[in-house]
């Protein structure tokens, strides 16, 4: 049985590097259409925002001498180019899949409204929200926790390299620990980094639960999916 019956799924860009430097790991992108698969199979509706950061990233641009906001359209675009190898992926796993664009670009994907995603959900489809929220200055974090909002989704679930969140970060801090469940608040108090502020906010302004965790181990997205408790629960 699945503890959630709609979910909005946020994979980072750079997890699908896997062990390359740039772009995207056939390995990784396979090991995600199928555990991708392994859910929509328990009949959860899933929406999925995929960052661009293997990439591109405004920011980093902006230290290069790129103009910012040219910068971040090319981080949206490549949002998309991300969304459709993973749709391809998706597709090639046999699930029912498509992607739907912030900006329009048809027919590279069908403009997005809340209304067809949810359509589409509703039909069993898996449905990538790609090109983030649309606009510069903005980053997908903040994406993910809109179209979670939006499509009415019961948790988002940010799949990443790190198994939860910790007191600092473990990879530089073995005396790091993990929590089972943080406020928001807490997280602002302490400072941690699992999300940009503005992400966070809207997800405690609109009772959004985020649900932290370590994605790149396969069979770990089914485990949240029918309840075992391996991450981290943002509430209020
Ligand atoms: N981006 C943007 N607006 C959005 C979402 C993303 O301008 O609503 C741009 C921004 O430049 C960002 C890049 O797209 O750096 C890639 O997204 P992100 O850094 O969130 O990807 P991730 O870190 O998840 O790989």
Known sequence: MAAFKRILLKLSGESLMGE???GIDEKRLSEYASQIAEIAA???QVGIVIGGGNI?????GTSKGFDRVQGDQMGMLATVINSLALNSALQAAGVKSRVLTAIRMEPIGEFYSKQKAI????????????AGTGNPFFTTDTGSSLRAIEIEADVMLKGTRVDGIYTADPEKDK?????DEITYD????????VMDLTATTMCKENNMPIYVFDMD???NLKKVITGEKIGTLVRN
């Open 186 to 193: 807490e997280i602002y108090n302490r400072n941690l980094k």
């Open 42 to 44: 328990l009949g959860v």
């Open 56 to 60: 591109f990233r405004g920011l980093t």
């Open 217 to 219: 181990t396969v069979g």
């Open 20 to 22: 390359k430097q740039y």
């Open 119 to 130: 359509s589409s959900l509703e039909q069993g489809e898996v449905v990538i929200l790609s």
């Open 175 to 179: 005396t790091a620990t993990k929590f």
